[in-house]
T-cell receptor, first 113, second 113 residues
Framework: NAGVMQNPRHLVRRRGQEARLRCSPMKGHSHVYWYRQLPEEGLKFMVYLQKENIIDESGMPKERFSAEFPKEGPSILRIQQVVRGDSAAYFC???????????FGPGTRLTVT | DQQVKQNSPSLSVQEGRISILNCDYTNSMFDYFLWYKKYPAEGPTFLISISSIKDKNEDGRFTVFLNKSAKHLSLHIVPSQPGDSAVYFCAATLSGSARQLTFGSGTQLTVLP
């Protein structure tokens, strides 16, 4: 049973470009979460999605960030017009449903130059 | 406002001895707690969890203790092994539809051979 997959693992963008991060949940999991980890800090919640629905985006910055989880295909976290402060590790997690445990992917390390 | 705190950024323990990692929380609405282990350049790996209706949960070498009145939990690893060297994150979640995990800042455990 494959785990949570994220790609790319590393992404370098210049200031002002767009970053697209992809996440495929574990098989049978219909809940997806995105977290961000800045250097020397813990993970911070960004957004919680189910198929075709955003359930909770209370941790998402109001501008430039968006997320989707379409009926078919991976979940996408999109960052428009990236700035240096967006440089971080972005982790996706999934869960099957009612269970509280979330299972994490390997992360995407975004570097903005 | 840090709702989940891990006050020890690092801990060193001799191989074979007990490792005790501590975590405090401030939000009394949290009702489920989890511990994750994280190696560099990888995603967090789920270790063990505990519901607020319990005060102890054990899984092999790992035991989590919860003291609700003190809003404190701890992870015990016995016996500690060099492969346990990693960053350990405590996380908490609320009941209901708010599924986001609130993480502490982590404790770097080093098990010395």
């Amino acid at each position: 049973n494959a785990g949570v997959m994220q790609n790319p693992r590393h992404l370098v963008r210049r200031r002002g470009q767009e970053a697209r991060l992809r996440c495929s949940p574990m098989k049978g999991h219909s809940h997806v979460y995105w977290y961000r980890q800045l250097p020397e800090e813990g993970l911070k919640f960004m957004v919680y999605l189910q198929k075709e629905n955003i359930i909770d985006e209370s941790g998402m910055p109001k501008e430039r960030f968006s997320a989707e989880f379409p009926k078919e295909g991976p979940s996408i976290l999109r960052i428009q017009q990236v700035v240096r402060g967006d440089s971080a590790a972005y982790f996706c997690a999934s869960s099957p449903g009612l269970e509280r445990e979330q299972y994490f992917g390997p992360g995407t390390r975004l570097t903005v130059t | 406002d840090q709702q989940v705190k891990q006050n020890s950024p690092s801990l060193s323990v001799q191989e074979g001895r007990i490792s005790i990692l501590n975590c405090d929380y401030t939000n009394s609405m949290f009702d489920y707690f989890l511990w994750y282990k994280k190696y560099p350049a990888e995603g967090p790996t789920f270790l063990i969890s505990i519901s607020s209706i319990k005060d102890k949960n054990e899984d092999g070498r790992f035991t989590v203790f919860l003291n609700k009145s003190a809003k404190h939990l701890s992870l015990h690893i016995v016996p500690s092994q060099p492969g346990d060297s990693a960053v350990y994150f405590c996380a908490a979640t609320l009941s209901g539809s708010a599924r986001q995990l609130t993480f502490g800042s982590g404790t770097q455990l080093t098990v010395l051979p």
